[in-house]
């Protein structure tokens, strides 16, 4: 694998909750990349005196040690052990049963000679490239189809509705402290002969399709092959200056940290 990747904070006076990282073995036969994208909890206490960088820093690292080490560990249990390392990490110095504890969306992917695997936790995503140049989206869609149902609630009511189905049944799941919630991520494997390219965004980034409508995924991978990672960001952030209280698009952040990563197999 060839690998590009960028990262760059929404506002350059709060620090990057993003989490960015790939290890690849020597040999160069296999590999796994990591990007989550930490949730910002509203303001006041979350319970951690830590803090979102901290987390998504840790949990990142250990997902990417996991999942590079244990290639025979299925990547939501490599995930479940990562949540528990972390977790073990400020238990004694943070309140880990507030529900507003540190997390994070998570993409995580693993290749081999043979395979590549991949699991998706929330609004991240991951877009493999076939070489027939078809570009297929992995999206975990939960969290969309919550907020779409919240929409038709009061507006008083909506933001309380969003939150009550974090990490509940029949809501949508972020890494925290549980490590249970790995099991809820969209997984899946392909065939190494058969990708070309895998693309990992956080929302931050796929809001040039999601929430400017500049194109669809194949176009986005597009803008990704000929401009790199950055040239993404540059076209998001531009989109954002566009758009600057978010009234054509409206968005929770008018600009949000944004992430993103090209694998390129080389085939």
């Avoid at 076939?130 to 933001?159: F, I, K, N, S, Y």
């Avoid at 993404?232 to 989109?239: E, M, Q, S």
Wanted: glycine residues 10%; hydrophobic residues 40%; proline residues 7%.
């Amino acid at each position: 694998m060839y690998i590009q990747s960028a990262t760059e904070p929404g506002d350059s006076g709060h620090p990057n909750e993003d989490f960015c990282a790939t290890a690849q073995p020597a040999s160069g036969h296999g590999g796994a990349l990591v990007l989550l994208d930490g949730v910002t909890p509203p303001a006041g206490d979350d319970g951690c005196v830590h803090g979102v960088p901290w987390f998504t820093a840790r949990l990142g690292g250990a997902l990417l040690e996991l999942s590079g080490s244990l290639t025979d560990v299925p990547l939501s249990e490599c995930l479940a052990r990562a949540i528990t390392r972390t977790a073990a990490s400020h238990r004694t110095t943070c309140e880990l049963s507030h529900p507003r504890t540190p997390q994070a969306t998570v993409v995580c992917a693993r290749w081999s000679e043979h395979t590549v695997e991949y699991l998706v936790l929330c609004d991240t995503v991951l877009l493999i490239r076939h070489q027939d140049g078809t570009v297929r989206p992995v999206l975990d869609d939960r969290l969309e189809q919550v907020l779409a149902a919240a929409r038709t609630a009061p507006p008083g009511g909506r933001a309380a509705r969003v939150e009550g189905l974090r990490n509940a049944p029949g809501g949508f799941f972020t890494a925290a402290a549980d490590p249970a919630v790995a099991h809820r991520a969209v997984t899946g494997t392909v065939p190494r002969a058969e990708v070309r390219a895998l693309a990992a965004l956080t929302d931050g980034a796929s809001r040039w399709t999601e929430v400017f409508r500049l194109g669809d995924w194949t176009r986005l991978f597009g803008v990704l092959e000929e401009a790199g990672p950055h040239g993404l960001i540059a076209r998001v952030r531009a989109a954002e200056r566009a758009d600057p209280a978010g009234t054509v698009h409206p968005r929770g952040k008018i600009h949000d940290d944004a992430s993103a990563l090209l694998a390129l197999t080389g085939g």
